[in-house]
């Protein structure tokens, strides 16, 4: 568990989750705990996602994946006990009320869960070897790396005062940042490798996978990025915050390069 959380990590989703609590006035420290919590469930999917049984890779975080280091049974261990320990800790947290513990406990519940995470890994699964539209690859997105997003800045938010409007607003914001990620992560994947755009199903690449530069080609994939980011942004300005480091990085998530 340790190796995974320490190895590295760009800790997007705690840092969107007390940005997010700061731009609405609250304090960080209220929402540190949480924010742990969450690059814990976010961790524990990640070695998950490495397993032989899954996409079976041998490096993550630019270290070997934990199954590699500890072996498979431990790893799948290492992310149980990620998963279950997060929500221990959102229960231990004695920053918060206990009105609050069982809000954020359910919003998580449901960011990570069946109806949340879980489920995108499984309609990804289902996509390989298969064209998808548009909108189903905005589905499985939304739902495998969106939903976590979703929650930090929703969560966040809620953490830093903001209303029922704000907070509805957030969570939109997080649906747009989530498919910003995607596409540029697609975008990424192609742009070391141009061969790997408009391989149709049945060509010779095993595992075929629907991506937006598969979809709409590298140009329309930018286009389709730029139309989330403006999404984005109108509903940061819809909920008064858009002057705050949520836009910042929110133009870090549509152009970073790793
Ligand atoms: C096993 C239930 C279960 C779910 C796994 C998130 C996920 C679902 C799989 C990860 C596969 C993947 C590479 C998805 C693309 C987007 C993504 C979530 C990348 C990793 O997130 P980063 O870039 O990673 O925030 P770091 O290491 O910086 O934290």
Known sequence: MEYSVTVGGKRIRPILLLASCEAFGGQEEKALQVAAALEMIHTYSLIHDDLPAMDNDD??????????????????????????????????????????KVYILLELANASGPNGMVAGQLLDMEAENKESSLKELELIHSLKTGKLL??????????????????????????????????QDDILDVT???????????????????????????????????AYHQLAVEALETAGVEGSLLRELTDYLGNRDY
Do not use: C
């Open 192 to 226: 070391g490798d141009e061969n790997k755009i408009g391989k149709p199903v049945g060509s010779d690449e095993t595992n075929y996978k629907s991506t937006y530069p598969k979809l709409l080609g590298l140009d329309g994939a930018m286009k389709q990025k730029d």
């Open 150 to 183: 979703q929650f930090a800045v929703k969560i966040g938010a809620y953490l830093g005062g903001a209303n029922p409007e704000q907070i509805h607003q957030m969570e939109k914001f997080g649906y747009y940042l989530g498919l910003i990620f995607q596409v």
């Open 59 to 100: 490096f993550r975080r630019g270290k070997a994946t934990n199954h590699k280091v500890f072996g498979e049974a431990t790893a799948i261990l290492a992310g149980d006990g990620l998963l279950t320990y997060s929500f221990e800790l959102i229960t231990k947290d004695q920053q918060l009320t206990d009105k609050q």
